[in-house]
């Protein structure tokens, strides 16, 4: 049960266009935006920071990598609804059934590039708090992607920390369409609490 009753999509006022923005993208109104619609200008600064971060067209590292660094990130935080969000995002934006099925076996999976190995690697240790990411890590992801990347690699598992913790805190109730997606392909692993020294 949500901890926070979120707002109806009538009465979110001063955030309707943006969250309708997402919802657009998304194909449904997202309850996390609801909730945080009891304070419009955060609910809007957060979808500032989605737009720039995740759904930026003009982003440098492809769709498919921003959200398999956001699911693994969330995955490994136990975060149920942010997992199903990125599960689902994830395939919609070109994220393979064979990859999301894998990606706790990123290390050894012949279905991961070593540049995607380098990026999920650092969703897990620099996702979590406090960041555990070695230099060996950050070096082996400045192999792969240059500054500006990082920086937009970085940005992402800094938004789905801020996600994972608003909506695990608050309780956030998943959406029909995102229940029914995952539940369609048979997907339960969306929670599972990954702890750094496993």
């Keep these: ?11 979110s006022h001063a955030a309707t266009a943006d969250i309708q923005w997402l919802a657009s993208a998304t194909g449904f109104t997202a309850n996390s935006m609801l909730s945080l619609s009891h304070r419009p200008e955060i609910a809007r600064a957060v979808l500032e920071l989605i737009r720039a971060v995740v ?27 942010c ?18 099925d894998a990606i706790w076996e990123f290390e050894t999976s012949d279905v991961f590039s070593d540049a995607e190995r380098a990026a999920l690697r650092i969703a897990i240790t ?32 800094a938004l789905f920390g801020f996600n ?9 109730e998943l959406e029909g369409e995102v229940t029914s997606f995952v539940s369609e392909r048979g997907y339960t692993d969306l929670g599972r609490d990954r702890k750094k020294n496993e």
């Design 164 to 172: 994972n913790r608003w909506n695990s805190l608050m309780q956030t």
């Design 83 to 100: 997992s199903a969000h990125t599960f689902k995002n994830g395939a919609d934006n070109g994220v393979s059934q064979e990859k999301l």
């Design 55 to 81: 759904r930026n067209p003009e982003g440098t590292v492809s769709a498919e990598l921003r959200w398999m660094v956001a699911h693994l990130s969330s995955l490994s935080n136990g975060c149920t609804y």
């Design 126 to 157: 620099g996702g979590q708090c406090p960041s555990y990411a070695s230099a060996e890590d950050m070096n082996e992801l400045k192999k792969h992607f240059n500054e500006a990347q990082v920086v937009e690699i970085g940005a992402v598992i």
């Design 1 to 11: 049960m949500p901890h926070i009753t979120p707002v109806s999509s009538e009465d």
